[in-house]
């Protein structure tokens, strides 16, 4: 549990942030797979393969001894030029996938002939209610129906062979800051569905909607609601109570207290339960929040759910009182792992507050958790042998005054799914090795509609003017592929890599683990030894996952390319400044299409030829940038995929400037207007301060 001194004095000093053969044809099911038909090892048709969510192909035609042949046999480029998060589906020789703004498309799997597409069209003006860019993880396909859930907060359901709509329905109250970015996941005959949302300030649930109607089932609250308006009505009231008497104070009453259930659903047919994991608390000021008391059931917990009913089974919570943006949304993967000789039926998660946890399903006991990489664990104390739960070190609350914890927001692992191979039975975890916050609560804070609403203070959020500084703080943010083995505890091996934020991963029968990686490769590694085998210049930084499928006896891997998501406020750190088109991409061994390159137009420093404003105007710019832009175009205004400011044209016009910043010129694009937010004079400091900006990226 090391960080490196370097790294982490600079930034106590600095108090800066770090934000922020095949067998064509064979069945194969996995032993414990009692209660479901047996998924064709051909196949990948469910988000992460089997019910299971393993990310675990059994096909072994492209292996350890030959994958230094693959080639890309085919590939397509879309339309978006944001995050690509999905996961395909692989189903009857035909994919299935969704990129940026929520659109689907259809692929022959042999040969990439697009077959159809489909788009929400999700106004662009949608782009500001989401924390962390305009992505999709993935849709879900079900007796011929493909189910999509919109940035905007549908629920749609297509018709799997044209395209067509077939019905969609509202998930979500569109008045209200939600998004949803999730794959929805089928279970019996119902579609089930989260949102986020939880830095603007909402509250979270998932809901299931009849498959065929789009009926809604049932929904569950992971919040308590405003006491004063009674119960819901809905599965979770019955455990509204229990939730409450952990909530204290009204703080999280108008926020709406978190909560979002925006990634992982899993459904377990051994057990016939649904596992949801819950996110962090709105805000995340606990003593704003909940008066610094309470756990907060169920923010950052994994809860059971009965799939019929919607109804409470168990929970687990991973970090009683969060604050610090640590949700359990990560994604889970169930197991049957031999203890001693005993087979337990276990739920596995890394979620952000970076230790990897054991769950036993039956009962959601603790069986272990433990850190697992190099990252500090400052808010961890240890855990209480007796009850499982974690004891939260007191310093790494921000109410008083601030604290550097470790790890920040990005978490060790984010949503980029790791995966579980049964043949190696180890589990790997794509991380972040280092990266922790100065978490400084908001003075006097009061909700503001359409903002994030977090209750701390983004004004805080900045990086020292010197460069030496800022780019060696940009070296110390590394990340890592880490094989740990969840029985004996501990780390097989591990590759450490230069950059956050690398793509989710897959094992296969070939004793392989394919991952993307920020700086845009795309690596096969042997998955017991973890040695790098065959590596691919994609020239577009990946974030998804890859998956692997066979048509007429040929295994195939593909992977989405597009680098965004979370990614975008801490663009400091990456390689690549500008956003590429999306690309799915298609390898079989002894592919040989050469995909056209990128084209890559960095801007050059801009000339600012007006005269200075002076420091009162330029301090002023700097807040309204920290309050109202940062998380979209960048910490200390060096942009990310999002258009570097100290380089747009705009700020040395003024009228071009206010076209798009007040009157919301490219509001289709994402840019919304900031007119109901700040002033023209906020406008005009804002100007000035990037203009500063500019003279010093031009020096
Ligand atoms: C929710 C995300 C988001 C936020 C917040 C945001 N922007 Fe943008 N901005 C974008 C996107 C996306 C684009 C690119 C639009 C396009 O491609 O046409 C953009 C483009 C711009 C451009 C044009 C850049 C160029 O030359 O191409 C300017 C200027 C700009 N933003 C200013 C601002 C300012 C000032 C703020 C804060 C008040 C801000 N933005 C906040 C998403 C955001």
New binding site residues.
Partial sequence: MMIRTAARSLMAIFASLMLIVCSSRTTYSRPNHLAEAPISGDEWPLHGRTSNEERYSPLHQISSTNVSALGVAWYRQFDTDRGQEATPIMVDGKIYVSTAWSKVFSFDARTGQLLWSFDPKVPGQV??K?CCDVVNRGVAVADGRVFVATLDGRLIALNAKSGKLLWSVSTVDRSKPYTSTGAPRVVKGKVVIGNSGAEFGVRGYVTAFDASTGKLAWRFYTVPGDPAKGPDHAASDDKLADMAKTWYGKGWIENGGGGTVWDSIVYDAEFNQLYIGVGNGGPYDYKLRSEGKGDNLFLSSIVALDPDTGKYRWHYQETPGEAWDYTATQNMILATLTFEGKPRKVLMQAPKNGLFYVIDRATGDLISADPYTNAELTWFQGLNGATGRPDVNPAAYYSEKPSMVSPGPTGVHSWHPMAFSPATDLVYVPVQESGALNFTATKDFKMKPGDWNTGTDFRAVVLPDDPAVVSSIAKSLTGALVAWDPVQRKVRWVVHQPYQRNGGVLATGGNLVFQGTADGRFVAYSADQGQALWEYKVGNGIVAAPISYAVDGEQYVAIMAGFGGSAITTGFQFPQKQRLPGRLLVFKLGGTVTPEAYVLSNRPPLQVTETPAGAGTIRRGQD??QL??M???GIGVLGGT??D?RR????VDKAA?DA??LGGA?SQ????S?RRRFSREDEEA?RQF?QSKAREDRN
Avoid at 648 to 651: N, R
């Fill in positions: 782009n500001v989401a309204a940038y109202h832009c998380t979209c175009h999002l258009p400011l747009s044209p705009a700020i400037f798009i910043v490219l694009n994402g840019m919304v900031f804002l990037l």
